[in-house]
């Protein structure tokens, strides 16, 4: 599986941006799939992940009730809705897949990583 984020950019806070992965090969549809961020000097950080089918869905903390994740199979695509941006969520945004079930990811436990994509958030 090859994934390739996109949708980044510079936001002010209090704005909105959506990020897509879209990702190569068949089998997209049977892989949890996750969003990470990782800022300058700091560790990656779990942001939120999806099951195959899209019934079940985890958020980090710091992003509960402002992030959606979500994802389109016929698209081979997983998106995240970013709304209510703040300056801390400035980060490389990195999108992931796993075949070990969607309560792995936010542990990292993940097969396949995309580039990443910067997203900016001015005060």
């Known amino acids: 599986v090859q994934l390739q984020a996109s949708g980044g950019g510079l936001v002010q806070g209090g704005g909105s941006l959506r990020l897509s992965c879209a990702a190569s090969?068949?089998?997209?549809?049977?892989?949890?799939m996750g969003w990470f961020r990782q800022a300058p000097g700091k560790a990656r950080e779990f942001v939120a992940a999806i099951s195959w089918s899209g019934g079940t869905t985890y958020y980090g903390d710091s992003v509960k009730g402002r992030f959606t994740i979500s994802r389109d199979n016929a698209k081979n695509t997983v998106y995240l809705q970013m709304n209510s941006l703040k300056p801390e969520d400035t980060a490389v945004y990195y999108c992931?897949?796993?075949?070990?079930?969607?309560?792995?990811?936010?542990?990292?436990?993940?097969?396949?990583w995309g580039k990443g994509t910067l997203v900016t958030v001015s005060s």
């Open positions: 090969g068949r089998t997209f549809g049977s892989y949890a």
């Open positions: 992931a897949a796993g075949s070990r079930g969607v309560a792995t990811i936010p542990h990292l436990m993940v097969d396949y």
